[in-house]
């Protein structure tokens, strides 16, 4: 999530009830996730697994509940529940403000564009020139849709992330991390009907330039999709995966988180992808493979009985 | 189907065109199909092959197309077409009354809950305290969702059971079976966005408290799930089945109908399920299978032209 | 698409920038792509490996880009670009009128039928009686639908094409086909919640009557399912496909593009179908066999260690 302007360290830190260890001067422009995180944002770690690779990350603030070792141009703000204070941080700075009417006043919408009846257009949109949102559509808060984007009827961007903080104190139970972050929609895209594009949990989903989408697609938080890829019916991504340009996805494809499918690559249909794929080959299965082995595999099963009444003598 | 107060027996045998064999002073609490059954329950049976499980379950009131040996606290209704019965007595208590706007008069909901613009909360809809109806999600009539739910833009709870009765006279066709059950949400759930949740068929649909579910999942009529489960993305569980607490199903799995998935089972993506899982184990496969089991077995795939070549000498 | 009544050639020839060869007096019907043509139609092709396809085809007017033979009574359009053509086509006689609110004043909705809060009504849509389309359901411009047809809450029915031309001058690209063409779903049929409809390319997709649908399901473009089918929750159905009368698809069963499931097929849950099937059969997997073939190979993978142990004396 960024923040509108830059937040002294000070203000975030009366904020969340933090003891600045270093630097107290500084501000943050923005807070993400580790693995999205830039210079002068805060990022947030609770175990000490991660305490080295957050330290060490592009962030310059790092909220965290024990004081440890740093880079003297970076900071610590030391609390008792890092993932709380990610939290109050979201709450406080973009908070939820519930719609009233189908478009909010918030909303910029480009000329020549056309908002079809029961959309809704959430506060602080931005939808460039020319693009056309179908009936029941929902965009919500905060994103950014591009020049020339259509979106079907009932799609709806910037839904929740489905992230969880796992508590096992007691039972297992969840409890929900705020979503911080938008959905942003390049040029030219377009999104078949009933889609779903999560927004980001602090950073951004992105949909590239002139990808196109068939229907029932879901896209989970933090995804970064390329340019000029093609999406068929009820694809599912799951959070914080890159797909890079030009990949195409078939129907029903399933696609693991924070992966990486390489650019030109083409799934075929109902495969699974459950860890990065090389760009620029074809895959089939679940788990997906390479096609043409994961074919000659298809093959080799029609051999069995063949293969048994050889070494057994019948069948 | 439970109804707003007993029905007395000789009020339901007219309706229907019945002749009570047995005592005839009752009054009827509800009725069920035969698994939802409970004590002052009404039961229909047209088959001889269930008679006697109809006769021997909880129901206290068997609507049969044929008269048979019933214990002495029971009773009968006589009737030629026992689904069509079904038919008449849901049509008359729980009749089909179209919604006129957003929000009908009769909804209740509760304090602090939020329900945004296009949203549709049908008749006899209860909202407990402090939930967030997003966009365009729909509510049809009946439907109780409880305190500090979430149910994210487009998400439909209580659309119609997908339940027929085929005919094979001449053509095969079907008819559809009335739903005259409810969809309950309990407490602290949080459903994405584009799901769909059937109400029951006689009975009802329970989502339990702390469970969380991702976009685009489907749940059938009369389904149970337990509390604090995780469903991912594009999910979809079938009819009358049940799922136990911390149940994790992840993306794209497929569960059929009239089943049980133990507590604490986890179904890797895509997998499907066509039989009861036990509790606490992890799940692969379509079919799924013991997740240890299958990934050995993709092992085993990958040594055949091994096997072939020791066999043939040649691949 | 059918014209909504004759164009002569020389009105569509003006249109386009075509130079007409052969008989320039007559008018066409409609325009098709070469699946759907019939007599009096419009064709378009722009690849010689398809000219000669296209001028046998059943159309009598060839939209093209080479002089070429072709039989006395039909006549080409000569063009440099026959898909511009087509477009060009599509957007003068079925021209994108943006929906002003949530039923077109040229709709025409039949005695008895409901239309719930929230539902979109596009222009020129024809609904027939008694009708029950749900709360937040769309149908879009031209679609018709039958007697007693049931859409479940937030469906959409009439959603444009999945259908781009690939363009691969300096980067891969996809231009969008316009969709000229309709969904028309006849009588008695019954759509669950959250599915997608799209329209033909240039003809209609077909939902016979009598068939049902669950939640979530999608069908593509000139998609043409017939009378008595049942699919369970998320089905897709890719474009240009042939489903024939009483066909059965369980849950999440994919079928791909232009080919043809024989009448009385049943498709088990998760299969996915690449190539056409024979009726009056039951199938299963991923590619999607005959059931009890696939059945086996399960039991066979099973054996693999014992084959293994015969042959290499242990595992």
Redesign the interface.
């Known amino acids: 999530m960024r923040f509108e302007k830059a937040v002294p360290l000070t203000e975030i830190a009366r904020l969340i009830g933090a003891r600045i260890v270093g630097n107290s001067g500084g501000a943050a422009t923005g807070i993400n996730e580790i693995h999205k995180v830039g210079e002068g944002d805060l990022v947030f770690v609770d175990h000490p697994k991660y305490y080295q690779k957050c330290i060490n990350s592009a962030a310059t603030y790092i909220i965290i509940n024990q004081e440890t070792t740093f880079p003297p141009h970076k900071s610590l703000l030391l609390v008792d529940e890092p993932f709380e204070a990610y939290q109050t941080i979201v709450s406080h700075y973009r908070p939820f403000t ?5 478009i909010s006043d918030t909303a910029t919408i480009g000329e020549g564009s ?1 908002v ?3 959309a ?1 257009i959430g506060h602080h949109v931005q939808i460039g020139k020319g693009a ?1 949102i ?3 559509a ?1 965009i ?1 808060d905060h994103c950014v849709i591009g020049d020339n984007v ?1 979106i ?3 799609t ?1 961007i910037g ?2 992330a ?1 992230y ?1 903080n796992k508590k096992t104190n007691r ?4 409890k ?1 991390m705020l979503s911080g972050g938008r959905v942003v929609i390049e040029n030219d895209v ?1 999104i ?5 594009i ?1 927004r980001g949990v602090s950073g951004d989903t992105v949909i590239g330039a ?1 990808t ?1 989408m ?3 697609v ?1 896209i ?1 938080h933090d995804t970064v999709v390329g ?2 890829c ?1 999406f ?3 694809v ?1 991504v ?1 959070g914080a995966t890159t797909i890079e340009d ?1 990949v195409i996805l078939w ?2 494809v ?1 696609v ?1 988180k924070t992966l990486t499918i390489g650019k030109g690559a083409e799934v075929y ?2 495969s ?1 992808v ?1 860890a990065s794929l090389a760009g620029g080959k074809k895959y089939f299965g ?2 997906a493979e390479d096609a043409l082995v994961k074919k000659k ?2 093959v ?6 063949v ?2 009444e ?3 003598g019948n069948k």
């Open positions: 519930p719609l009233q009417k189908n056309i079809m009846p029961g809704v056309r179908f009936p029941n929902v919500m259509i079907q009827s009932g709806v839904s929740d489905f969880y039972d297992i139970h969840y929900k377009e078949g009907a009933n889609c779903t999560d002139g196109k068939d229907n029932l879901h989970g340019k000029n093609l068929a019916a009820q599912g799951a030009e129907g029903q399933g693991s249909a109902q699974g459950p679940s788990p595999e298809l080799w099963m029609k051999r069995l009985p293969l048994w050889k070494v057994f």
